[in-house]
C-alpha cells in the first residue's frame, strides 16, 4: 500500500484556500493530524476521511459529519489490516 505522507498544515491539499488546517483540526474534526492518504482508497491512514470529506468539513451540517464519521471505523480497520498483509508479504518476500 502505497502512502503520501506529509506534516500537517494542510498536507494533501484538501481545504479551501484560506482555512487553516489547525483551525480545521480543532473543531470536532476527527483529524488526527497524520494526515496520509493511501494512494489505492484515498483514504487519509490518520482520520480515514477522503479529500472530499475533508474539504467539506468546516462548512458541512451536523447531520453530515455524523453520516462521515459513521464510515470511519470501518474505513480505518479495512487500512490496518490492508496494510499489515502489505508488511507481511514485504517480509515474505525479502527472505526469499
Known amino acids: 500500500m502505497a502512502l503520501v505522507s506529509k506534516p500537517c498544515a494542510d498536507p ?3 481545504l479551501p484556500e484560506g482555512v487553516d488546517c489547525g483551525v480545521v483540526c480543532s473543531m470536532n474534526s476527527p483529524c488526527n493530524q497524520t494526515c496520509r492518504l493511501d494512494q489505492q482508497t484515498g ?25 462521515i464519521l459513521s464510515a470511519l471505523p470501518a474505513r480505518l480497520e479495512s487500512l ?7 508488511e507481511l508479504n514485504s517480509t515474505l518476500a525479502s527472505r526469499t
Open 12 to 14: 494533501i491539499g484538501a
Open 43 to 67: 483514504y487519509c491512514e490518520g482520520c480515514g476521511r477522503n479529500v472530499a470529506e475533508i474539504q467539506e468539513w468546516p462548512n458541512a451540517l451536523e447531520t453530515r459529519k455524523q453520516q
Open 80 to 86: 490496518t489490516a490492508s496494510r499489515l498483509v502489505d
